[in-house]
């Protein structure tokens, strides 16, 4: 099933951005360094912000000549509780107005929750979830108050099934998707669209496809590229949620009809690897 909504007016030519400043997290490498690349080229300044400062400065020494955008580094780790609120404070402070937001840091955690560490956990569900909702409800009152914006939170196909070996990490992205459907629906009148991009096994520096052997397999493995390439086709057509890939598309359809049980079970099979068992 799509969720989709389209709002009274178009809140940005996301062809020729010049004038908008986007805001990307984890855009030290992979998607989130995709997606600045991309709001560069159409002609969007960047404020770039990561845990590694150094991988962040050359990204936007890369970018600045090439497109001859302004670019901002803000090296923060979104895992820690008060992050988001920093950022946001960090933007007020430098008189940057974000017209474009994607919350795109994130980290996985594999395991039985029985073995656990809770402080490890509460970090990832901290990054993954409460970091998406938070920056986004920082954000989202300008753009409402202004009458256009854009905001695109990266969650996962795991959102979309029960994954045991990696529950807290399928559930903190499932909590960011759904905070994010409910949202877009929230402000589809406000000239403010909300997008949720959901991708599969993508190759990026975190080496993300070692997570779901068995999900890559099925699915294939996907390119940082082409999940930024879904996102604005999604944008362009007024969507609030967007899986990446066809077949990954067609799983997340599929899985939804499922039992919670069959589900579940589907789910312990696809992680069986990753738990030793």
Do not use: C
Request: charged share 15%; aromatic share 6%.
């Amino acid at each position: 099933m799509q969720y989709q909504t389209r709002s009274r007016r178009i809140m940005q030519n996301l062809s020729d951005m010049s004038g908008t400043t986007a805001l990307v997290t984890g855009a030290s490498g992979g998607i989130g360094a995709k997606f600045a690349a991309k709001l560069a080229q159409r002609g969007a300044d960047l404020v770039l912000v990561a845990r590694s400062g150094d991988k962040l400065e050359a990204l936007a020494s890369s970018l600045r000549p090439v497109y001859g955008v302004r670019v901002l580094t803000l090296e923060l780790d979104l895992s820690e509780p008060e992050s988001p609120r920093a950022m946001f404070d960090w933007a007020v402070k430098h008189g940057v107005e974000v017209g474009f937001l994607v919350n795109n840091a994130g980290g996985g955690i594999g395991g039985a929750a029985s073995k656990a560490d809770p402080a490890a956990i509460a970090a990832m569900v901290t990054l993954n979830g409460l970091a998406v909702v938070e920056s986004t409800v920082h954000f989202l009152p300008g753009m409402v108050t202004r009458g256009h914006g854009t905001i695109i939170n990266v969650t996962s196909a795991s959102a979309f099934l029960p994954t045991p070996y990696l529950a807290a990490y399928g559930g903190s992205k499932a909590m960011a998707l759904a905070f994010t459907l409910a949202v877009g629906v929230e402000v589809a009148d406000a000239g403010v669209q909300v997008l949720a991009v959901s991708p599969g096994v993508t190759v990026t520096g975190q080496q993300s496809q070692d997570i779901l052997p068995a999900m890559a397999r099925f699915a294939g493995l996907r390119q940082p590229e082409q999940v930024v390439t879904t996102a604005f086709r999604a944008l362009s057509k007024g969507k609030v949620s967007v899986v990446d890939g066809r077949r990954n598309a067609l799983f997340a359809h599929l899985v939804k009809r499922l039992p919670d049980q069959m589900a579940s079970e589907l789910g312990r099979r696809l992680t069986t690897r990753l738990s030793g068992l």
